[in-house]
């Protein structure tokens, strides 16, 4: 029984709420669905890595740095009687999660009813707040509209919003089909959370990973930048968390989405579910396809 048949089986006898499963290689892809359902999921936080993703490929242009201040890029979307100490809060700050502020900025976009609670302005909401830790170095503060930012900024370099850029310079490079991706009220992707997705389109997403930036050819990333986002070993980097030995690192979201990432294999996995079995994957599959 190979790798993926023993994915299939174990989530089979182990993941009543699972949806779909998928495995992508240069040579090839296969799927399983345990489900009829939608053929795009929302991904949840693993929007976030694919986020950073176009951080990746405006600093390969050289239009951007992931040191570079938040203040910097869109200081106009700053409220009156901001805190001063946004203004040297650095993107990798923000993709790490430790912009310095407090726990109250965590906006769970997924869940709040942002009308009733007065935060339809994501932006002004949380640069509002103050800054009560040193950024970069404080507490790892997980906070959906960090990533909102993040697609500010590539909104204000590019012109585009975070959807339209990475269509164009990503999504179709993959030949995703059939995603979507959720608007705030002033029409800015919300970067944190949201994007649905099919799991060969994930599968595709995952496997560029795996393959330093390239897909068919075509580059989108560089390795120097993946190296970067996905992290140290065993901590979370810009919407990845690296293995704690090196040799694969995934992106998920909440009820166990997850795409695991394996560079030496050149092969990327998607499961995608209500309720996932992620710790047994770890412990009875992950094994496999490291050896």
């Not at 176009?54 to 805190?83: M, N, R």
Request: charged residues 20%.
């Amino acid at each position: 029984m190979t790798e993926w048949n023993k994915l299939v089986s174990l989530l089979e006898d182990n993941a009543p709420g699972a949806y779909m499963a998928a495995e992508m290689t240069e040579n090839g892809y296969a799927e399983h669905q345990f489900r009829m359902g939608a053929g795009a999921h929302n991904t949840y936080s693993l929007s976030k890595s694919v986020t950073s993703c176009a951080v990746g490929i405006l600093e390969a242009e050289g239009k951007l740095k992931d040191t570079d201040t938040l203040y910097s890029h869109i200081s106009g979307y700053f409220p009156q009687g901001y805190d001063k100490k946004w203004e040297s809060v650095r993107l990798c700050d923000i993709m790490r999660h430790r912009t310095g502020v407090g726990p109250e900025a965590n906006v769970d976009i997924d869940v709040m009813d942002f009308w009733a609670d007065g935060h339809d302005d994501f932006a002004s909401y949380v640069l509002g707040l103050p800054i009560v830790h040193e950024p970069g170095q404080g507490p790892f503060v997980y906070c959906d509209t960090n990533y909102y930012l993040i697609g500010l900024v590539v909104e204000k370099i590019s012109g585009m919003t975070l959807a339209e850029f990475l269509q164009q310079r990503m999504f179709n490079v993959l030949r995703w089909r059939g995603h979507a991706w959720g608007s705030c009220p002033k029409n800015h992707t919300l970067g944190g959370t949201g994007l649905f997705a099919t799991a060969r389109d994930l599968c595709a997403y995952g496997l560029m990973l795996a393959c330093g930036g390239e897909f068919e050819g075509r580059r989108i990333l560089t390795p120097e930048w993946i190296e970067k986002a996905r992290g140290e070993r065993g901590q979370y980097g810009y919407g990845f968390t690296n293995s704690s030995t090196g040799r694969y690192f995934i992106t998920g979201g909440a009820y166990g989405q997850c795409v695991y990432i394996f560079p030496e294999k050149r092969l990327s996995l998607c499961v995608l579910g209500h309720d996932m079995p992620l710790d047994l994957i770890r412990k009875e599959i992950i094994p496999l396809y490291l050896d």
